[in-house]
């Protein structure tokens, strides 16, 4: 009995194994590529700054993510850029010329990486300054992208910061802030302590100002609601005024955080895009 004919592979599963052997061989060329001594110094060199941003960048320099992932992530983006961040690195540097390259990649990077972290920042403290406001200044939490204790609400969102950032493609905005990042800081010599302190300072204050204008509505229901406390305190001595302004404060305190955190994340997004936009020269 003869036996039955297989079914052909449809033209799907066809152009998916073809675009998969085409993407091997791509990768295979680009690392036999890399053995040759003046490329593999000029991949050196791009992984030092491209790697030590991708270790800052929020999402995905986050210690919740292991450290393999995070170098994996890193290496692979840094063969992808290989191509448009070669043209930019003086080749043909030896022993010490090589070395004041590499350390001056490295500080661009962490500089860079640094600035675009204080602005992210903005999130964990402006949710400090909210839980301070709210009465839930006591609700700490394991923080999981820096480590140690940190308000809850600052860690609700940073969480809700880094998941839009990727729902809206911002990430894509990041890559490309990367690359650009060779035309405002090229390589060949160390980046001026003066330069590098000032952008450290103007992403921190931009951080604070971030922090403040996200937080408003819960300063402007603080001031408004202790000032009601303290009237009432005055003209009614006798009621236990702090007993029960706290749990008014909290439930006041989460009925507005849930009406405006739609406002507050947007700012946010809105004011990351306009940094990763000036880096990016968009």
């Known amino acids: 009995m003869p036996a039955p004919a297989q079914a052909r592979p449809g033209r799907p599963d066809f152009l998916a194994s073809a675009s998969r052997i085409a993407i091997g ?12 001594p003046e490329i593999a110094a000029a991949f050196l060199l791009s992984f030092a700054r491209v790697g030590t941003l991708v270790m800052l960048l929020p999402g995905i320099g986050e210690q919740a993510l292991s450290a393999r992932a ?116 090229p390589p060949g010599g160390l980046p001026s302590p003066g330069d590098a302190a000032a952008l450290g300072v103007q992403a921190a204050a931009r951080g604070f100002k971030l922090a403040v204008q996200i937080s408003a509505p819960f300063i402007v229901f603080a001031i408004l609601f202790n000032l009601g406390l303290g009237i009432l305190a005055r003209l009614m001595p006798q009621m236990p005024v702090f007993f029960l302004g706290l749990p008014a404060t909290i439930l006041i305190g989460m009925i507005i955080l849930f009406a405006v955190v739609g406002v507050m994340m947007g700012v946010f997004l809105a004011d990351l895009r306009d940094f990763l936009s000036e880096i990016a020269g968009l």
Do not use: C, K
């Open 70 to 185: 995070r170098l994996g992530f890193a290496l692979l983006l840094t063969l992808v850029m290989f191509p448009a961040t070669s043209a930019a690195l003086p080749l043909g540097e030896e022993g010490p010329g090589l070395i004041q390259l590499l350390i001056s990649e490295i500080l661009i990077g962490f500089v860079l990486g640094l600035a675009t972290r204080l602005v992210v920042g903005a999130l964990q403290t402006a949710g400090t300054i909210v839980a301070q406001q709210a009465g839930l200044g006591f609700a700490m939490q394991v923080d999981p992208s820096m480590g140690g204790q940190q308000a809850a609400i600052g860690n609700f969102l940073t969480l809700l910061g880094v998941t839009l950032i990727f729902a809206t493609d911002l990430h894509h905005l990041a890559i490309a802030a990367i690359g650009a990042s060779y035309t405002l800081l």
């Open 25 to 36: 061989l791509w990768l295979t060329s680009r690392a036999m590529d890399l053995l040759i």
